[in-house]
């Protein structure tokens, strides 16, 4: 018996400490970047570094508005295109599709969730690339093609299986008494998901929208590979961007031979994580409610 | 029915087909172009030889230095997560920590899910700094490692929440110890689920380049030791088709044909053998 017991409590002991350090690595990772950042935050204020646009590593000025901006961008416009598509396929997903078409389309969902960031960026260079410069050519924005639209497209295309499948749980969690009671009183199917369904899962859809925002934004390689990568604050959808990972990933080979500059790129990633964090942890917030609230 | 509802009604329904379309057809697209593009580019000799003299150039040789060194970081970094991941899902449990603290836990998993890659990356290659480790398999791995450790235990916890209550009751009712509930009961009962979570972690870090970018560094042979660097098939995708010669470029679309077999034949497996261990469960 003592033998059992002793089992037990050494056990539960090993499991906490590693629960505690879960929540330490969290704080590890903040910290450390926060440390490794600071040479930077100490020559230059935090606004002067996240509002102004002179990207000079060599003078050892960084201005980071270019990186902002293209990551707003690139990720708002995937935002644009990727929300109402998302939105309205789970909508038909849990709303009005049989059971078969369901168990058809749910692996093809999983399937891209599945596929690498690799390949999402090999397929935007084989096939939007060429179609952006197609398009750019007829707006009269000649380019070659690497642009804020591709990256928009192709970080749109990443984002889909993420909103549909928290969007399911979400509509999934409205109880069927509500749509019967629509039903009943007349209301098509569709008032009846607009006007109820929606309504109720309205908080933990937004929160899937925030959800694959934060994911959007720390997206890199492919973007990398179609944006272009030009350190300018764009001003057309045909424009190059060069986004905050982007910047991370491009230049870690000169980082330890420019001084300040690996502290300037600390500080991509810490920001990058700040925006991150502040985003996917409210929409988490929001969604564990929402859950609780239905079960 | 008034009319108007009526075309409102078939127009949405219209529209919403449009749109699952779209997303469908994106990803049979996605596939497709890949498929299409590698597979007549893949050979026998690119999936069986190392890189040789002038392979950047268009030259002989293959790319079995990315899939062992994807395998081997992906396949240790899996290990490491799994050992970790394990404990800490089952201690999120009411019976191991207090309420609270089991939302404080819960909350830093939900800010690791959402750290980038590319930020595990620059984290990795801090410690890596700070241990005086160069650029290496061991580097590699430390930084999937920690993009994976989140991904497993919010999946496995997940799964270990459906296990019925009743379960745990009955075995705590004959006398089991909390462990032995754990290994006997729960185990057996999840074990279906954890593997597909541990699966599930194992695509997303073979397929993940923006964590080994900075730590595992790239080398034309395969390591052999920890601290060799080793070179990975998303690195491989990525540097080959970033030069001009069209030669190379065939052969990133044929890495990428590799890399995307590798992908769906795991997330295969994890279906099929979640489906053969469900009927052991108690539901």
């Known amino acids: 018996m003592i033998r059992r017991r002793l089992l037990d409590s050494a056990s539960a002991q090993v499991m906490r400490v590693l629960a505690c350090a879960v929540v330490g690595l969290a704080l590890a990772l903040v910290c450390g970047l926060y440390l490794k950042a600071r040479p930077v935050l100490a020559t230059q204020s935090l606004a002067e570094l996240v509002f102004t646009s002179a990207w000079r590593p060599l003078k050892g000025h960084f201005g980071f508005l270019p990186f902002i901006a293209g990551t707003v961008a690139v990720t708002s416009l995937a935002m644009l295109l990727a929300v109402p598509l998302s939105i309205l396929s789970a909508l038909y997903l849990s709303e009005y599709a049989s059971t078969r078409l369901r168990d058809c389309i749910k692996p093809v969902i999983d399937l891209l969730a599945a596929i690498p960031s690799v390949i999402f960026g090999i397929w935007g260079v084989i096939t939007i690339v060429p179609a952006v410069k197609q398009l750019g050519h007829c707006c009269g924005h000649p380019g070659t093609g690497y642009s804020l639209l591709a990256g928009g497209i192709v970080l749109a295309v990443m984002v889909f299986p993420l909103i549909i499948s928290v969007s399911m749980d979400v509509l999934a969690g409205v109880p069927r008494e509500a749509r019967e009671a629509a039903l009943a009183l007349g209301a098509t199917r569709w008032e009846t998901t607009r006007y109820v369904v929606i309504k109720r899962a309205a908080p933990g859809v937004i929160a899937a929208i925030v959800l694959a925002f934060s994911r959007a934004c720390g997206e890199t390689m492919a973007v990398l590979m179609v944006a272009g990568n030009v350190a300018r604050v764009p001003h057309s959808l045909f424009d190059p961007v060069h986004p905050l990972p982007a910047l991370i990933a491009n230049n870690y080979g000169e980082m330890m031979s420019i001084p300040r500059y690996d502290a300037a790129l600390m500080f991509a990633a810490l920001l990058l994580l700040v925006i991150v964090t502040v985003f996917n942890a409210s929409a988490q917030l929001v969604l564990h409610r929402a859950v609780r609230r239905w079960q | 029915m008034s009319r108007a509802r009526r075309v409102t009604e078939r127009a949405m329904i219209v529209l919403m087909q449009l749109a699952l379309a779209c997303v469908a057809g994106c990803a049979l697209l996605i596939v497709g172009t890949v498929l299409v593009r590698g597979l007549p580019a893949l050979s026998w000799e690119m999936l069986t030889h190392l890189p040789r003299g002038g392979f950047y150039l268009g030259k002989s040789g293959g790319i079995l230095n990315a899939i062992v060194g994807s395998l081997l970081l992906a396949g240790c970094a899996t290990a490491a997560a799994a050992v970790v991941s394990l404990p800490v899902a089952f201690a999120l449990q009411r019976e191991y920590v207090p309420r609270t603290a089991a939302r404080i836990v819960t909350i830093a998993?939900?800010?690791?899910?959402?750290?980038?890659?590319?930020?595990?990356?620059?984290?990795?290659?801090?410690?890596?700094?700070?241990?005086?480790?160069?650029?290496?398999?061991?580097?590699?791995?430390?930084?999937?490692?920690?993009?994976?450790?989140?991904?497993?235990?919010?999946?496995?916890?997940?799964?270990?929440?459906?296990?019925?209550?009743?379960?745990?009751?009955?075995?705590?009712?004959?006398?089991?110890?909390?462990?032995?509930?754990?290994?006997?009961?729960?185990?057996?009962?999840?074990?279906?689920?954890?593997?597909?979570?541990?699966?599930?972690?194992?695509?997303?870090?073979?397929?993940?380049?923006?964590?080994?970018?900075?730590?595992?560094?790239?080398?034309?042979?395969?390591?052999?030791?920890?601290?060799?660097?080793?070179?990975?098939?998303?690195?491989?995708?990525?540097?080959?088709?970033?030069?001009?010669?069209?030669?190379?470029?065939?052969?990133?679309?044929?890495?990428?044909?590799?890399?995307?077999?590798?992908?769906?034949?795991?997330?295969?497996?994890?279906?099929?053998?979640?489906?053969?261990?469900?009927?052991?469960?108690?539901?």
């Open chain 2, 109 to 283: 998993l939900d800010i690791l899910w959402g750290t980038p890659s590319i930020v595990y990356g620059a984290f990795g290659f801090m410690l890596m700094m700070l241990l005086g480790v160069g650029a290496s398999l061991l580097g590699g791995i430390i930084a999937l490692t920690l993009l994976m450790l989140p991904i497993m235990v919010r999946a496995m916890s997940e799964v270990i929440a459906t296990a019925p209550r009743d379960l745990k009751e009955t075995a705590y009712a004959l006398g089991a110890t909390r462990f032995e509930t754990m290994r006997h009961v729960l185990l057996r009962q999840t074990l279906p689920g954890l593997v597909t979570a541990v699966l599930l972690a194992f695509g997303r870090g073979i397929g993940d380049a923006a964590a080994v970018l900075f730590t595992a560094g790239y080398s034309d042979r395969i390591p052999r030791t920890l601290t060799d660097p080793a070179a990975s098939l998303p690195l491989a995708i990525f540097f080959q088709l970033g030069t001009p010669i069209a030669a190379v470029q065939q052969r990133a679309y044929a890495s990428a044909c590799v890399l995307l077999l590798i992908v769906l034949a795991v997330s295969l497996l994890a279906r099929v053998l979640a489906a053969r261990a469900r009927r052991f469960t108690i539901r």
